[in-house]
């Protein structure tokens, strides 16, 4: 392994490589900070800018957007509660009470520890250990699928501890919401009542944006008052990577989860920052922590979803299979040099593959130093008036949104969700629960139907599979966990 990231650095050092790492790095950070429109639509638009130039040097400034837009979607929702990117919602919980509290510099710092360490170790064990990690997502069938899904969706249990039948409801509207569109499964629409637009089915973005991002908008029109209630910044950004790595197991623990479901094809980054930031609330001895301000609130969520990104590079590499839509565009770009994905391309082309893999790295420290360069510029942003905050961010909020599909339709929806979600968080709804649903409905339903077929129907037979047995048993003592420890605090 090590004479292999040699070859890798020794090719991903050259100016040439380092200056379209600098470039997709760059605008990774910009298209991060704006919510909705993430990096998809940015490698997008430049896969046909990369015809022409050399296959390592296109992958790896597609590369660098997506990292650095990962990374950078932090930023927004850390100081406004503004999720630049779906993959960091989670982060808003506990990286927007510390801007409250003055200390978004330090929240920031945190951030990009997690993001830089959850890259690199991610990276690192997705290079040491690619054969028995595919040998493991291979084994997944659909009905293995269902019953991630199904632990996925017993995460509300424990993020609505505090109020379970309110959590139960939005969840299921989540649900609810992601049936609506064409079947899957047997193609049919539903639920569209003869609407156009919501045939293709209701996005994540607009519904992320509205619930968070407008949401919020409306709450500082409401109360005049700067992000910021102490009216100061205090901390430093790197008191906050110092601090990063005085949590080192929620650390190892995020980034491990994130590689677990890295590997696993459909899951996705979301569900890794949501699921790991469960599991560290619920591993926590001050659970009442988390939402008011806990460091390692921050930490998991971002921790988890860099390294899935990372890990989500295994099924595309070698099984030509995406872990997810910014794998899909590299084996596009992959596919548009004349290359297969496969066993064969780390024999035939070792310098592009560790070249590729190294360069991951090298962009992980590049966006790490320019977040830190930047930081203290971007902070400044909780200390503005609202009424200067609202409507600029507002108008970037529905350009994000619109510059998704390119639909007027989702900048209404954005709106809906908005209002819903002030009025939900005013009556004690909280709007998490409903994110899980919409993002998990569509696996599980789809999971399950397909696994109901390859069992013939047999739903007992489908269920009892080992992996799927475990997988439902983890999800069953999580939420009896949550419930038995919701009773000894109320006995308490």
Same mark, same amino acid.
């Given at each position: 392994?090590?004479?292999?990231?040699?070859?890798?650095?020794?090719?991903?050092?050259? *100016?040439?490589?380092?200056?379209?790492?600098?470039?997709?790095?760059?605008?990774?950070?910009?298209?991060?900070?704006?919510?909705?429109?993430?990096?998809?639509?940015?490698?997008?638009?430049?896969?046909?800018?990369?015809?022409?130039?050399?296959?390592?040097?296109?992958?790896?400034?597609?590369?660098?957007?997506?990292?650095?837009?990962?990374?950078?979607?932090?930023?927004?929702?850390?100081?406004?509660?503004?999720?630049?990117?779906?993959?960091?919602? /989670?982060?808003?919980?506990?990286?927007?009470?510390?801007?409250?509290?003055?200390?978004?510099?330090?929240?920031?710092?945190?951030?990009?520890?997690?993001?830089?360490?959850?890259?690199?170790?991610?990276?690192?064990?997705?290079?040491?250990?690619?054969?028995?990690?595919?040998?493991?997502?291979?084994?997944?069938?659909?009905?293995?699928?269902?019953?991630?899904?199904?632990?996925?969706?017993?995460?509300?249990?424990?993020?609505?501890?505090?109020?379970?039948?309110?959590?139960?409801?939005?969840?299921?509207?989540?649900?609810?919401?992601?049936?609506?569109?064409?079947?899957?499964?047997?193609?049919?629409?539903?639920?569209?009542?003869?609407?156009?637009?919501?045939?293709?089915?209701?996005?994540?973005?607009?519904?992320?944006?509205?619930?968070?991002?407008?949401?919020?908008?409306?709450? *500082?029109?409401?109360?005049?008052?700067?992000?910021?209630?102490?009216?100061?910044?205090?901390?430093?950004?790197?008191?906050?990577?110092?601090?990063?790595?005085?949590?080192?197991?929620?650390?190892?623990?995020?980034?491990?989860?994130?590689?677990?479901?890295?590997?696993?094809?459909?899951?996705?980054?979301?569900?890794?920052?949501?699921?790991?930031?469960?599991?560290?609330?619920?591993?926590?001895?001050?659970?009442?922590?988390?939402?008011?301000?806990?460091?390692?609130?921050?930490?998991?969520?971002?921790?988890?979803?860099?390294?899935?990104?990372?890990?989500?590079?295994?099924?595309?590499?070698?099984?030509?299979?995406?872990?997810? /839509?910014?794998?899909?565009?590299?084996?596009?770009?992959?596919?548009?040099?004349?290359?297969?994905?496969?066993?064969?391309?780390?024999?035939?082309?070792?310098?592009?593959? *560790?070249?590729?893999?190294?360069?991951?790295?090298?962009?992980?420290?590049?966006?790490?130093?320019?977040?830190?360069?930047?930081?203290?510029?971007?902070?400044?942003?909780?200390?503005?008036?609202?009424?200067?905050? &609202?409507?600029?961010?507002?108008?970037?909020?529905?350009?994000?949104?619109?510059?998704?599909?390119?639909?007027?339709?989702?900048?209404?929806?954005?709106?809906?969700?908005?209002?819903?979600?002030?009025?939900?968080?005013?009556?004690?709804?909280?709007?998490?629960?409903?994110?899980?649903?919409?993002?998990?409905?569509?696996? &599980?339903?789809?999971?399950?139907?397909?696994?109901?077929?390859?069992?013939?129907?047999?739903?007992?037979?489908?269920?009892?599979?080992?992996?799927?047995?475990?997988?439902?048993? /983890?999800?069953?003592?999580?939420?009896?966990?949550?419930?038995?420890?919701?009773?000894?605090?109320?006995?308490?």
């Amino acid at each position: 392994m090590i004479d292999n990231l040699l070859l890798g650095f020794s090719v991903a050092l050259h *100016w040439d490589q380092l200056l379209f790492m600098l470039l997709g790095t760059l605008g990774g950070m910009w298209v991060g900070v704006i919510p909705g429109l993430g990096p998809i639509t940015a490698m997008a638009l430049l896969i046909p800018f990369t015809f022409t130039m050399d296959p390592l040097s296109a992958l790896l400034m597609l590369a660098s957007i997506s990292a650095a837009a990962n990374c950078s979607g932090s930023f927004t929702s850390i100081l406004l509660n503004v999720p630049g990117e779906s993959t960091a919602a /989670a982060t808003c919980f506990d990286g927007y009470p510390m801007s409250r509290q003055g200390r978004a510099r330090v929240a920031i710092g945190l951030s990009i520890g997690a993001s830089l360490f959850g890259a690199l170790a991610g990276m690192l064990a997705v290079i040491a250990l690619t054969q028995p990690l595919l040998a493991l997502a291979k084994a997944f069938s659909p009905a293995e699928y269902f019953a991630l899904a199904v632990l996925g969706l017993s995460v509300v249990a424990v993020l609505s501890r505090e109020a379970p039948v309110q959590g139960i409801i939005m969840a299921a509207l989540g649900l609810c919401l992601s049936f609506v569109g064409v079947d899957s499964v047997v193609g049919e629409v539903r639920f569209a009542f003869g609407v156009l637009e919501l045939q293709s089915g209701i996005g994540l973005v607009p519904v992320t944006v509205g619930l968070f991002a407008v949401s919020e908008i409306i709450g *500082w029109i409401v109360t005049r008052e700067r992000v910021s209630q102490v009216g100061e910044l205090t901390g430093s950004v790197m008191q906050g990577v110092v601090d990063t790595f005085r949590y080192p197991v929620a650390l190892v623990r995020s980034t491990l989860l994130g590689i677990g479901i890295g590997i696993t094809p459909g899951v996705g980054a979301v569900a890794a920052s949501f699921l790991a930031y469960a599991v560290e609330k619920r591993a926590s001895r001050t659970p009442e922590r988390f939402g008011q301000g806990a460091p390692e609130g921050v930490i998991a969520p971002e921790a988890a979803n860099n390294s899935a990104v990372c890990a989500s590079l295994v099924p595309a590499l070698t099984l030509g299979i995406p872990g997810g /839509a910014t794998s899909a565009l590299l084996l596009v770009a992959l596919t548009i040099h004349g290359l297969r994905p496969g066993t064969m391309l780390f024999t035939s082309q070792p310098d592009l593959i *560790w070249g590729f893999f190294a360069g991951l790295m090298i962009g992980a420290l590049m966006f790490a130093a320019m977040g830190l360069l930047m930081t203290n510029l971007f902070a400044k942003v909780t200390l503005v008036r609202a009424e200067i905050l &609202a409507p600029v961010f507002l108008v970037v909020s529905f350009a994000g949104v619109y510059a998704q599909e390119q639909r007027l339709f989702d900048v209404f929806l954005a709106v809906g969700f908005g209002i819903f979600g002030y009025l939900a968080r005013r009556f004690g709804y909280p709007v998490v629960p409903l994110v899980i649903g919409l993002v998990l409905g569509t696996l &599980a339903e789809t999971s399950f139907h397909q696994g109901l077929t390859i069992a013939g129907g047999d739903v007992g037979s489908m269920l009892l599979r080992p992996g799927t047995a475990g997988l439902l048993g /983890a999800a069953l003592l999580l939420v009896a966990w949550t419930v038995w420890g919701a009773l000894r605090d109320r006995r308490a």
